[in-house]
């Protein structure tokens, strides 16, 4: 079924077919509501959307290829499957810039951001649907950011224009139902209905059913060195539409602008991009089937992959296995960081497992996660922000919500309490730091409520913030302070 203006895949619709009215927010920074008009072959229509925002500048026009379209351009378009008819599509379009508002992010290379491309669009959709349908449609150079990895070292991100997030997004709801039910079920990496939660239960099950080692993989530089015609390869078995692959190939091939110069990519796929997990889906989906067909306990999450065997022997082997199983998609096994080693000892998605009394496999934080979770707070809570308590309490709270959320699953309370009480120490010395003076330390201690003696106390000792919050502050400052502050608590 399709809606009224919009062609069926395999027939074309008009090139005059644009969006002319975008999403825009409303008071209060709520998104407001927006006509749609369709103006195409069909009768001219307005519909209900909602549709992205993102920043400044106008997106620049993109250039009509020279080149006439590949044979196997011509051939996608007459075939069967139409798949670019149905990324084009209105529908599909609207659920695209949805998401692409939603997911929100930074500007590429060109600096548009989300709030810019309605506008872009409006004008220009007709070139840009004529390009896309006619395997004409080149991508932009992707920017180059690179962010501090916790254990050292950086990891690269390739940052597409927004224009080409929206198309990419738009490509990924037609590809996603198409390849992703021939994935494995061992797959919990970007997959409806999968999570990385998942794939720490699953992990779980296998270690208490006796399988105590497990054969923990990383891939080295997994997304900046897939082999691109390995990858395009694996999709042209799945896809038949010639203009969806030539597209998916421009997309790895883009340009990257690094110092100052646009640099050509011969391997890697841009982890910045809405078509990058599905990608690294499709090429690892090989190494799933064959572990599958050898009957092995794994999950695997992205280029993370955990085998789970009875031996460090049994251990050994399937390390080798993987070995020669990634270095026929000509990707190498990071040996650094991949270990047979006792399950208990490993972590997973950032949760390790531990033994309960009675021999029940429970979930905590791995020892790294918490590592990590301290370092963002003690950057939250530095004493040279220069901000006050309410606006570092907001900050916090926007961490501490998601961290709670996604580490809930742990069954180690005690260490959440733990985290909670040294949270509110570091904001107490925070408070003490802002008081600076001891006579201001004495007038705020007695304004609530604390005694003679053991303000003169704290005051007699201002520059020991870290040594004074864990004494007397605590009266000054009680829990139930931080609370009423906003402050969220991470046990429950």
């Known amino acids: 079924m399709f809606l009224p203006g919009e062609s069926s895949p395999g027939s074309e619709q008009s090139a005059e077919a644009i969006v002319a009215a975008w999403g825009s927010e409303g008071p209060n920074g709520e998104e407001g509501e927006t006509d749609v008009s369709l103006e195409g072959e069909g009768p001219q ?66 600096g548009v951001t989300v709030e810019e491309l309605p506008g872009y669009l409006r004008e220009h959709w007709p070139q840009l649907r004529e390009q896309l349908l006619s395997g004409t449609y080149r991508p932009h150079p992707v920017k180059r950011v690179q962010i501090p990895k916790p254990g050292g070292g950086v990891r690269q991100l390739l940052i597409p224009t927004v224009l080409d997030r929206f198309i990419q997004q738009a ?10 039910p021939d994935f494995s079920e061992h797959s919990y990496g970007f997959r409806p209905g999968k999570s990385a939660h998942g794939a720490v239960h699953q992990a779980q099950r296998y270690v208490q059913a006796g399988r105590r080692w497990v054969v923990d993989v990383d891939l080295e530089k997994f997304f900046d060195r897939v082999n691109h015609d390995v990858l395009m390869g694996r999709l042209a078995k799945r896809i038949e539409d010639g203009r969806v692959l030539g597209l998916i190939r421009r997309y790895l091939e883009a340009g990257m602008f690094a110092s100052g110069v646009v640099v050509e990519r011969h391997e890697g796929t841009p982890q910045g991009g809405p078509l990058s997990p599905l990608l690294a889906n499709v090429l690892l989906d090989e190494v799933d089937k064959e572990l599958e067909r050898r009957h092995h306990a794994f999950v695997r999450y992205a280029d ?99 961290w709670r959320e996604y580490f809930q699953w742990a069954d180690t309370p005690g260490v959440f309490a733990d985290l909670d ?72």
């Open 45 to 110: 229509m307005s519909r209900q959307l909602e549709l992205p925002l993102w920043s400044r500048g106008e997106a620049p026009r993109a250039e009509r290829s020279e080149e006439e379209p590949t044979a196997a351009s011509e051939t996608g378009r007459s075939g069967a499957s139409g798949l670019m008819e149905r990324a084009v599509g209105t529908a599909n379009l609207r659920a695209a810039l949805k998401r692409v508002r939603k997911n929100k992010g930074s500007p590429g290379l060109d």
């Open 171 to 180: 490509l990924l709801q037609v590809l996603q139902p198409r390849l992703d």
């Open 304 to 402: 993370d992959c955990n085998v789970y065997v009875r031996s460090r022997r049994a251990g050994e082997r399937v390390m080798e296995l993987l070995r020669e199983l990634f270095s026929r998609l000509r990707l190498r096994v990071n040996e650094g960081k991949s270990r047979v080693a006792p399950a208990m000892g490993r972590k997973l998605l950032g949760y390790s497992l531990w033994v309960a009394p009675g021999g029940e496999i429970k979930r905590r934080v791995a020892k790294e996660a918490i590592r990590i979770f301290k370092g963002q707070v003690r950057q939250i809570t530095k004493r040279t922000g220069g901000r006050s308590i309410r606006q570092v309490v907001e900050e916090l709270r926007g961490y501490l919500v998601g």
């Open 421 to 492: 009480q040294w949270i509110r120490h570091r904001l107490r010395a925070l408070h003490l730091q802002q008081w600076k003076r001891g006579r201001t330390v004495y007038r705020e201690l007695r304004a609530r409520g604390v005694s003679q003696g053991v303000a003169g106390i704290v005051a007699a000792h201002t520059r020991r913030w870290w040594k004074n919050a864990a004494m007397y502050l605590h009266l000054a400052l009680p829990n139930r302070y931080f609370d009423e502050l906003g402050l969220p608590r991470l046990a429950a």
